[in-house]
């Protein structure tokens, strides 16, 4: 039944859902993508989303960003609206063929932002019960004034919503910016501990980092879809080119013409 | 002053306390003559001297557009659509609705929650869960549901516009037969209006009726809430 099982469990499916979390400047994106490309130079199949990016709603946001249309519902309601596409079209067909999602950012992210932008906490988690339940779910720890530096080093143009100009907590972009960025991260540490999320210290050496993440999906990987690279592999080396991430390419299907 | 009551928590930047306008839906499936009803109706109640806002689905700033776009290509779902409309719902319930009732005015609004939970749960999506999402969703003052059997409908629908691709379910139905689908997903949406009724408390009419018959009965409906407002302005004096 569309609209999810109550626990959006992935018992069913043969795939493995892992996602990143975490506030502005955690660096849980370039983990993500250092995941990404170790799972791709494994042979493994990755299919890579992202928070509001669906083809058919994203207009719809950006428009409504633009003109300051978004309200704290239209904005929960609209981001609603992307993930299930994204769902619907990326992350569903994905894990019932059996290969690895990997998702930056997930609904602990409309937990937090809509919850501190004052929508009711458990409609949120009804509204979002269609998920499907992540394999893994990393929070990316970073204390709010390095995580405010990371940012607005080079001070760059900060966008509306980004600083939460929205709730009006300040009339300075740079204050509403930290001050929101604080509100964000004490909402993920309540939502770190409801979910279970594997909370890894974002202060830590980069390498030190994705080793942890490394080490927590590799059990998980028995079972997986793996492309079958073997064609390339041989046309690549008698060519003699043999890099870390040629040796599996993310579209085999064209390389093999 | 009442609390404004919502069918579940009440969502930011909405009013705590009950507003001096009246807020009306007409229910009712396809075809049923809800357009009709809904325009006489903003006649009478501006020829007594009431002012009316009136609106219905897909016309809001934020998420019209978008809704008619993503309807005309072959990636939606129906989650997405839900959400789609919920966006479009809630935007029309934040910059006409409630400035409307601010205003002491009559909103009227063709179609409420009841088409878009019953639209969403013939498709398969679970009760419990569109019901939750529209929960958001002002208590209104009077819901009239306009009931019709599908025998009825054929005739109205094929005298005006035709049986429409998105009125048969020919989205998520087997076939291609419209006629044949017009008739399951009309009858399926019907059952469900029906259910929703009475879980909900709708004042249902019988639409088989003529016009002025049905209509009639709607400004029955309508009639005390007329009066309580005019007793509530004459008190505010």
Redesign the interface.
Known sequence: ????GKDGSLAQLKGKLFIVEGVDGSGKSTQIDLLHKWLVSQGYLVVFTEWNS????K??TR??KREK??????FS??H??DF??R???QILPALEAGAIVLADRYVYTAYARDGV????R??LR??Y??APAPTLAFYFDVPLTEAIRRILEGRPALKWYEAGMDLGLSEDPYQSFQIFQGMIRAEYDRIVDEHKLIRIDATQHLIKQQQRVRDAVMPHLRDVLRVDSGSVHTALSQTGLLGRYLDAPATPAEEDV | MTPMLFY??R???MPTQSLPGRLIAIEGTDGVGRSTHVALLKEWLEARGFAVLDTGFTRS???G??IQ??KQ?H??????L???Y??DF??RL?RQIVPALKAGMIALTDRYIFSLIAR?TV????PE??E??Y??APVPDLVVYLDVDVDRLIPRVLSSTGFDYWESGQDYLPGDSLFDNFVQYQTDLLSEFRRLSSNYGFKTLDARGSVADVFGQICGEVEPLLASMQRESEEAE
């Open positions: 039944m569309v609209g999810g669906s083809p058919i709603v207009a719809t428009r409504g249309l978004l309200t704290p519902m239209s309601l609209i609603a609206a299930a596409s769902v619907h079209m932008r004052g929508v009711n458990e409609w009804e509204l019960s269609f | 579940g928590h969502p930011p930047n700033a934020l998420a557009a978008g776009r993503a290509g990636t939606l779902d129906p989650m997405t839900n959400l789609f919920a966006t809630w935007d934040e969403a498709r398969g999506v679970r869960w569109i939750a999402l929960g958001f």
